[in-house]
């Protein structure tokens, strides 16, 4: 999918395996109830657009947990209900993620083996195993 920059409403975003999400100017993406991106998949701007970065794309998420989906797939054997249990965002297992996520209703979760750039701001966070975090806040 390619964003070619500005303001953008969508009720949610379901982001399937392998996919990238490109930004090609500033933008805010507004997403009403969750978003859910699977594995492997890049969310942020296009490399070959100079100066653009982390701090130019924010993503309001309103949903809180209760819109998001359950995790089972994810899960490791005997994993708790609170380990698969809803949230407002994922980002899947080995995500590339340059942008900045406020959800204030609802968790992100930034799933195993990720590399996320920006700010993650939510009423919760989960940080999986071997995420990189860096900042580069839009706030």
């Given at each position: 999918?390619?964003?070619?920059?500005?303001?953008?409403?969508?009720?949610?975003?379901?982001?399937?395996?392998?996919?990238?999400?490109?930004?090609?100017?500033?933008?805010e993406l507004r997403v009403k109830?969750?978003?859910?991106?699977?594995?492997?998949?890049?969310?942020?701007?296009?490399?070959?657009?100079?100066?653009?970065?982390?701090?130019?794309?924010?993503?309001?998420?309103?949903?809180?947990?209760?819109?998001?989906?359950?995790?089972?797939?994810?899960?490791?054997?005997?994993?708790?209900?609170?380990?698969?249990?809803?949230?407002?965002?994922?980002?899947?297992?080995?995500?590339?993620?340059?942008?900045?996520?406020?959800?204030?209703?609802?968790?992100?979760?930034?799933?195993?083996?990720?590399?996320?750039?920006?700010?993650?701001?939510?009423?919760?966070a989960r940080i999986g195993a071997?995420?990189?975090?860096?900042?580069k806040s839009a706030f």
């Open positions: 999918m390619i964003l070619t920059g500005g303001i953008y409403h969508v009720s949610s975003l379901d982001i399937r395996s392998n996919t990238r999400v490109i930004f090609q100017g500033p933008s109830n969750e978003i859910d991106a699977d594995a492997r998949t890049f969310i942020g701007p296009d490399p070959s657009i100079a100066g653009l970065d982390a701090a130019d794309l924010i993503i309001y998420v309103e949903g809180g947990d209760d819109k998001g989906r359950r995790h089972d797939e994810d899960a490791e054997p005997g994993a708790s209900d609170e380990e698969v249990s809803p949230t407002a965002v994922q980002i899947g297992i080995e995500n590339t993620v340059h942008a900045n996520i406020y959800a204030p209703n609802g968790t992100v979760w930034l799933k195993k083996g990720s590399q996320a750039t920006g700010a993650f701001i939510g009423k919760g071997r995420v990189e975090l860096r900042l």
